[in-house]
């Protein structure tokens, strides 16, 4: 390959503008295109509207090399993709007659009509390639026009894939006798910002060019996407340790895991290692941690149960905890905190307590700005850790961010295991 090529998708289909369902898609099909060597530049998605489809099939034939197209190719009114081609091209449709037999076969084998919009299915591109869909109806449909590659197929998400595995990858495989690929890894950081990393990284991020470093954040923690092109995957691999080691070599102390690994499973294992137990005292979160935890398969063997205890009596009443502590300290406070993870310890005989109490807002309690929130951890030893934060954000966002950096500081605390 003697030129970088730059690849395009276009998903078609305004049930994706919507929301109605989410575009899959367009992230397996990236995937697949880097293990292949073939970097995505553009995504697109786009309504079922003539005027627009052809706007968007004209702008990605001015910057791409090869054109993914998915969705479109139905039999409905709406499904206007070939026509939105066509008004780009000129190129006559014609109809696919061993399209047209398997879909006459389809139809007689499963005792249903067969309708004459049906055959709009059948219809390709004079010139075109086209590849039958071994799992639908609507063919794969490849296209060369003006030095740019056209692929097309249904939106249906399994017949995309299976006509991208049979035969689009092995056709641009073979035509651009393609041999490099594009290796990515995810370092994960936990108990740093996203501009404090990038701050700190700020050189090795701007200077690299291969591999190429992304930044990616989320609630409560920051990820970094190492990506390597390469002629084979073991090269691409070495690329990728070296940009590794610089990066670990700064900020390794907040590097919890890799790729898929998330930091509940992190923790989860940490406790199953060392053969330790939690439970949880929840007013704030409503349940969310036990819910994190018991989301994870095997999580009887480290987690006893929770006690949500929302109001001030369930407290006193359920984790026993003494109504003079309340009154003199509230409950959204450190005292009440400690009191209550060591109290679902002792309930529940585990190892660990946890416990989280706060404000979610929107107004104050106690005297207390939304977004306070209180853990506290007796642990395995009778230690108690106390943490105070502010959160900002709505009650879903302070929810969240909560239960999240509880299993922060359980990682934390856990890998300093004496």
């Not at 307590?353 to 700005?369: L, M, Q, R, Y």
Request: hydrophobic share 40%.
């Amino acid at each position: 390959m003697t030129r970088q090529l730059k690849a395009e998708i276009i998903s078609v289909g305004t049930e994706l503008l919507l929301g109605q369902i989410s575009n899959t898609n367009a992230a397996w099909m990236s995937e697949k295109l880097a293990d292949s060597g073939i970097p995505v530049y553009y995504h697109s998605v786009v309504g079922d509207n003539l005027a627009r489809l052809t706007s968007v099939f004209t702008l990605a034939h001015s910057r791409s090399d090869i054109v993914f197209v998915t969705g479109g190719l139905g039999p409905t009114e709406d499904d206007l993709t070939r026509e939105a081609f066509q008004n780009m091209t000129g190129l006559e449709i014609k109809e696919d007659q061993k399209t047209i037999k398997k879909m006459e076969e389809y139809f007689a084998k499963t005792n249903r009509l067969m309708t004459p919009n049906n055959r709009k299915q059948a219809n390709v591109f004079t010139g075109s390639k086209v590849f039958q869909n071994s799992t639908g109806i609507a063919p794969g449909i490849v296209v060369e026009y003006d030095n740019t590659i056209y692929l097309f197929m249904p939106g249906v998400p399994r017949e995309m894939k299976s006509l991208m595995r049979e035969h689009m990858l092995p056709f641009l495989m073979n035509k651009f006798a393609l041999s490099n690929v594009i290796f990515s890894k995810v370092l994960r950081f936990i108990g740093i910002g996203e501009s404090q990393l990038e701050h700190e990284l700020q050189d090795v991020i701007s200077n690299q060019t291969n591999p190429t470093i992304a930044p990616l954040a989320s609630d409560g923690e920051v990820a970094l996407r190492i990506s390597a092109n390469a002629p084979v995957k073991e090269q691409a691999s070495r690329l990728i340790d070296e940009t590794e080691a610089k990066i670990t070599a700064r900020v390794g102390q907040y590097l919890y895991g890799y790729d898929s690994e998330t930091i509940e499973n992190k923790v989860f294992n940490l406790l199953k290692d060392n053969q330790l137990t939690i439970a949880s005292a929840e007013s704030l979160t409503g349940g969310a941690f036990a819910s994190s935890i018991v989301d994870m398969e095997g999580s009887s063997a480290i987690f006893k149960g929770a006690a949500v205890v929302y109001q001030a009596d369930a407290k006193t009443d359920v984790l026993h905890i003494s109504e003079e502590l309340i009154r003199q300290h509230g409950t959204v406070s450190n005292e009440c905190a400690e009191a209550m993870a060591r109290q679902v310890k002792v309930l529940y005989k585990s190892n660990i307590g946890i416990s989280f109490t706060g404000v979610a807002g929107p107004g104050k309690h106690e005297d207390n700005d939304a977004g306070t929130v209180y853990i506290s951890i007796n642990d395995h030893l009778q230690r108690v850790h106390q943490y105070k934060m502010h959160f900002s954000g709505d009650r879903d966002i302070i929810r969240r961010r909560s239960v999240k950096k509880a299993f922060e500081l359980l990682y934390y605390l856990l890998i300093n295991l004496k």
